[in-house]
């Protein structure tokens, strides 16, 4: 059997610029789409039907929007500083889709030229890159928040650096775990190591998941964290200003976040592409695409296709397309936390929380080491999980600590103090 | 009288946590994407209007296309509002009739004096609410508009029948 080789030279520029038109188009696509999603799931959640007028099931919906968009007039504040409020919009939406392009989304892809990665650009910084990047988003927020020269939309671009300088090091920290474990930052790598393990990074790492579920809302300014906007305290927060495709712009950016955070979250701790087994396992080891290692240490060859391409591609989509539905169901499910408690969180909780579970998984690592343990294997796996698991058990006993508000009708049932207190007339 | 004051043992944030209240809350909402939704599809699906629905008004014809209207003056005095414009008129058989009829739907308020007063039963509101227009000045109906309404006229409240049965 012939190796298989990556592509190279002509093959390796047309089909990098076939899957940059493919991957943008996908997310933009996916970008509108989930506008729709969320206008669905929010109707589905609370008895309605949603949008249905446009289209069949209203599909045409998000093409309607974007119309009516494009066609609306733009508006100026008088006193913006008019270059950074234009500015915004772009330095919002530009990182949220450029994040995209380190995430692997399917198995490999053979072809007559060699075979073709499923990912836009296999960089060897990968989630640092993803972390530099979703971090610039916030710069277009706090610009634009600044620029419409408007007190509220100042307080909101005021209050996404302070909630994203808070919650980026929670993310940091619980990414730690993950690096620590892969042995590097490239998205393909953490992939393979989990196909590796035979386990998902949900379950030896699942407080460091926790972790980051929690931060990547914050991230990505969704309820219950969107204080940057919170329309019932600051109109719309950062876009108040902003009208027609600017504020439209706001807008994708917001879901290409969510949806880069999905993918992201997916893709860290669900596996990514890889589908339980090691039937679609591949990885590119000194130049050679290997499924895995034999137990006398020689490297078993992967065999790609396009069905285990289009089937972990399925698998992916599946994946991202729940944590996108998870993103929608809490945004309709719980009410925003007030600014202080959103910081309270940051600060008091998830940092120390991480920081702890670090040194956990570390020193975890550094026994099993110490006893001589395969690293990365399935018996490593599973003593990382039971650790993990009491740690996710502790940090859930110790978040509800009995002291839990438990809903409207225990509270009617809390004691009632009523003080008298004797007016100075003396009556 | 002394000053008494309600003192709720509020939860403190320091000693609070929501996961629970969180995961309730979640599972709640979860329950309902299944349920029977609760929209009613409007242009298609009408709402029944009441049979005593004050809606948008009509002039009752005679046979011979005239208007039964006498300009007898009652609607716009009994009205409230003064959105109705009468001028009367005279034939040279000295029958009254109205030259000027005009309703503003703007100024109304659909009480159903206009209604209630008439001694002819021509003027009437109707069972209808759809009447939406792109400029002001179609919300005055004259004589001819009120003369081509087609839906069917409001049932006055009657007393021995409070409920319409």
């Known amino acids: ?427 | 009288m002394a000053i008494s004051v309600k003192v709720l043992d509020r939860p403190h944030p320091e000693t609070t946590s929501y996961l629970r209240a969180s995961l309730k809350g979640m599972a709640l909402t979860f329950r309902h994407i299944a349920r029977r939704k609760v929209t009613q599809q409007y242009p298609e699906d009408q709402t029944d209007l009441s049979p005593r629905w004050r809606g948008t008004h009509r002039m009752e014809v005679h046979a011979d296309g005239r208007p039964k209207c006498v300009a007898c003056g009652l609607c716009p005095t009994g009205g409230p509002a003064n959105c109705i414009r009468l001028v009367g008129g005279e034939d040279d058989q000295g029958n009254r009739y109205p030259v000027v009829y005009e309703i503003d739907e703007f100024r109304c308020i659909f009480c159903g004096m206009c209604q209630e007063v008439c001694p002819v039963e021509a003027i009437h509101v109707g069972r209808h609410f759809e009447n939406a227009e792109y400029t002001r000045d179609r919300f005055v109906y004259d004589l001819d508009r009120l003369m081509e309404q087609e839906h069917p006229a409001t049932l006055l409240w009657d007393p021995s029948d409070p409920r319409s049965e």
């Not at chain 1, 610029?17 to 933009?28: E, P, R, W």
């Open chain 1, 1 to 427: 059997m012939e190796t298989l080789q990556p592509v190279t030279g002509l093959a390796l520029i047309l089909s990098s610029a076939a899957k940059i038109g493919a991957v943008f188009t996908t997310v933009m696509l996916v970008v509108a789409y989930t506008t729709l999603a969320e206008r669905k799931v929010s109707a589905w959640l609370q008895d309605r039907v949603g949008p249905n007028r446009v289209g069949p099931f209203g599909l045409f919906q998000p093409l309607a929007d974007g119309l009516k968009n494009i066609l609306k007039e733009e508006t100026y504040p008088a006193r913006a500083a008019r270059l950074f409020f234009i500015l915004g919009p772009m330095l919002a939406l530009i990182p949220a889709l450029v994040t995209f392009a380190v995430i692997p989304f399917a198995a490999p892809l053979p072809t007559p030229w060699g075979v073709v990665d499923m990912i836009v650009a296999d960089v060897p910084i990968g989630i640092l890159f993803i972390l530099a990047f979703s971090s610039l988003g916030v710069f277009g927020v706090v610009l634009s928040g600044w620029a419409s020269n408007n007190k509220y939309a100042f307080l909101g671009g005021l209050r996404a650096s302070a909630q994203m300088v808070s919650y980026e090091v929670a993310l940091g920290l619980s990414l730690i775990t993950v690096l620590m474990l892969t042995g590097n930052v490239t998205l393909t790598r953490v992939v393979w190591e989990q196909q590796q393990m035979g386990f998902w990074f949900v379950f030896p790492l699942s407080l460091a998941f926790i972790l980051f579920v929690i931060s990547a809302f914050a991230e990505t300014n969704r309820l219950p964290f969107d204080m940057p906007e919170a329309e019932s305290e600051l109109v719309t927060g950062y876009h108040t200003e902003y009208s027609a495709m600017k504020f439209s712009m706001f807008f994708i950016a917001e879901y290409a976040h969510m949806l880069t955070a999905s993918a992201l979250m997916a893709t860290l701790f669900l596996g990514g592409w890889d589908i339980p087994g090691p039937w679609d396992d591949a990885f590119w080891y000194q130049g050679q695409l290997i499924k895995g290692f034999a137990a006398d240490g020689s490297v078993l060859l992967a065999a790609p296709s396009v069905l285990k391409t289009l089937v972990t591609l399925v698998a992916f989509a599946l994946k991202t397309g729940f944590f996108l539905f998870f993103y929608i169901w809490v945004r309709w499910s719980l009410p925003r936390f007030r600014y202080d408690q959103v910081m309270a969180l940051g600060w008091k909780v998830m940092l120390p929380v991480a920081l702890g579970y670090v040194m956990l998984v570390a020193g975890t690592m550094l026994v099993l080491d110490e006893l001589g343990m395969r690293s990365g294997g399935f018996a490593y796996g599973l003593v990382l999980t039971a650790v993990s698991m009491m740690a996710t058990v502790g940090f859930v006993v110790f978040l509800d600590r009995g002291r839990t508000i438990a809903g409207a009708a225990a509270q009617r049932a809390q004691k009632v103090e009523i003080k008298t207190i004797p007016s100075p007339a003396g009556d």
